[in-house]
């Protein structure tokens, strides 16, 4: 899988760098205190350059997105903080060698910066905060200091503390990772588009009306609506592209007055809930075409699409004494209506389908 194009559009808004920092370097980083001191009014784009080796060589990289944010307080006694330089990269695979590649960015990066001039006793350099935005099916198991890939990794925590000013992970020694098919629900804020937009790329039905409303409420003013209109296609093509489902908003007009109206996430809902309609009937149809035995198969692999991996395992023994078509058909109702896969198992380890079977 290759990166998402469109997130190097979706990030290089300013509005959405500070969304990510505040969310996820602020938030589930703790590193509330390192986001509070800094200036967003002062974000400013740096031009990304080729780091390996010019641009026309196959082998070379280049940043995704650069950005620059001073800080708010560049009168106190410690000036050596004048700004902090945000290098996010977009990944749609696992790269083993990110940690060599980002300390690749950050060495150069300082030597482009000083580049004809002086360094001084004085002089210090900026420090850099590289974040990593992971979309890919693997869960990322990339080393995330340089010396992982020399060396045997080292047991304890594995990401610098962002908030520490002698963290490593300041000079290119490390970055931060949003692994955002792994992301706790807890962790998708509908207050914040960054968090929105991570939970969009593994949309479930339940979520997805809620979360797409949420977006479209918080990139709601005018000079966000390039931004929206982006997002907000993102968001379908990720759905069709994973669930199948079509979130209807190729009519923006439409949905500006759903949303004026107060109406935009029950459109959604009544999309979802037209679409699981269909999907049950067309899986039923099917199911009973094929016999029982590969409508328990169906079954299990409509249990995974829904509630994710493990699910078909743990419907497969309790599936096994079915017999009945009738039954089996039920089970498929209640796959669609089942919130969990923990409700649905509940329901038939209850022996709700006995005397059917």
């Given at each position: 899988?290759?990166?998402d194009?469109?997130?190097?559009d979706?990030f290089?808004?300013?509005?959405?760098?500070?969304?990510?920092l505040?969310?996820?370097?602020?938030?589930?980083?703790?590193?509330?205190?390192?986001?509070d001191?800094?200036?967003?009014?002062?974000?400013?784009?740096?031009?990304?350059?080729?780091?390996?080796g010019?641009?026309?060589?196959?082998?070379?990289?280049?940043?995704?997105?650069?950005?620059?944010?001073p800080?708010?307080?560049?009168?106190?006694?410690?000036?050596?903080?004048?700004?902090?330089?945000?290098?996010?990269?977009v990944?749609?695979?696992?790269?083993?060698?990110?940690?060599?590649?980002?300390?690749?960015?950050?060495?150069?990066?300082?030597?482009?910066l000083?580049?004809?001039?002086r360094?001084?006793?004085t002089?210090?350099?900026?420090?850099?905060?590289?974040?990593?935005?992971?979309t890919?099916?693997?869960?990322?198991s990339?080393?995330?200091?340089?010396?992982?890939?020399?060396?045997p990794?080292?047991?304890?925590?594995?990401?610098?503390?962002?908030?520490?000013?002698r963290?490593?992970?300041?000079v290119?020694d490390g970055?931060?990772?949003?692994d955002?098919?792994?992301?706790?629900?807890?962790?998708?804020r509908?207050?914040?588009?960054?968090?929105?937009?991570?939970?969009?790329?593994?949309?479930?039905?339940?979520?997805?009306p809620?979360?797409a409303?949420?977006l479209?409420?918080?990139?709601?003013?005018?000079?966000?609506?390039?931004?929206?209109?982006?997002?907000?296609?993102?968001?379908?093509?990720?759905?069709q592209?994973t669930?199948?489902?079509?979130?209807g908003?190729?009519?923006?007009?439409?949905?500006?007055?759903?949303?004026e109206s107060?109406?935009?996430?029950?459109?959604?809902a009544?999309?979802r809930r037209?679409?699981?309609?269909?999907?049950r009937?067309?899986g039923?149809?099917?199911?009973?075409?094929?016999?029982?035995?590969?409508?328990?198969?169906?079954?299990?692999?409509?249990?995974?699409r829904?509630?994710?991996?493990g699910?078909?395992?743990?419907?497969?023994?309790?599936?096994?004494?079915?017999?009945?078509?009738?039954?089996?058909?039920?089970?498929?109702?209640w796959?669609?209506d089942?919130?969990?896969?923990?409700?649905?198992?509940?329901?038939?380890?209850?022996?709700?389908?006995?005397?059917t079977?």
């Amino acid at each position: 899988m290759r990166q998402d194009p469109t997130f190097k559009d979706i990030f290089a808004y300013p509005f959405m760098v500070e969304e990510l920092l505040r969310w996820f370097v602020g938030d589930l980083q703790g590193a509330r205190e390192l986001v509070d001191g800094l200036d967003f009014s002062g974000l400013a784009r740096v031009q990304e350059q080729s780091t390996t080796g010019p641009p026309t060589d196959k082998r070379s990289y280049a940043n995704d997105i650069v950005w620059r944010v001073p800080f708010r307080d560049r009168a106190e006694a410690d000036r050596t903080w004048l700004h902090i330089v945000v290098m996010i990269e977009v990944q749609g695979d696992v790269d083993y060698l990110m940690a060599l590649r980002i300390r690749n960015y950050v060495d150069n990066h300082y030597l482009d910066l000083w580049r004809g001039q002086r360094f001084r006793s004085t002089d210090r350099l900026a420090p850099v905060l590289p974040v990593v935005i992971y979309t890919g099916a693997q869960p990322w198991s990339a080393a995330v200091r340089v010396i992982d890939l020399v060396t045997p990794k080292e047991t304890g925590d594995a990401h610098p503390d962002p908030a520490s000013r002698r963290s490593g992970l300041f000079v290119g020694d490390g970055y931060l990772t949003l692994d955002t098919l792994r992301l706790a629900t807890d962790d998708l804020r509908h207050d914040n588009a960054a968090a929105l937009l991570a939970g969009l790329c593994n949309p479930t039905f339940e979520r997805l009306p809620a979360q797409a409303a949420a977006l479209r409420a918080r990139l709601a003013t005018p000079a966000l609506r390039p931004l929206l209109e982006v997002a907000l296609r993102w968001a379908e093509q990720t759905a069709q592209r994973t669930i199948g489902f079509d979130l209807g908003v190729d009519d923006m007009a439409e949905v500006d007055r759903l949303d004026e109206s107060g109406e935009l996430e029950a459109y959604f809902a009544e999309r979802r809930r037209a679409y699981q309609e269909q999907y049950r009937k067309e899986g039923l149809e099917q199911g009973k075409a094929l016999g029982i035995a590969t409508e328990r198969a169906l079954l299990q692999r409509l249990a995974s699409r829904k509630f994710g991996a493990g699910a078909d395992a743990r419907l497969a023994p309790l599936l096994a004494d079915i017999e009945n078509t009738d039954t089996l058909a039920t089970v498929g109702e209640w796959i669609i209506d089942c919130d969990t896969s923990e409700e649905l198992v509940a329901r038939l380890a209850a022996g709700s389908h006995s005397g059917t079977t």
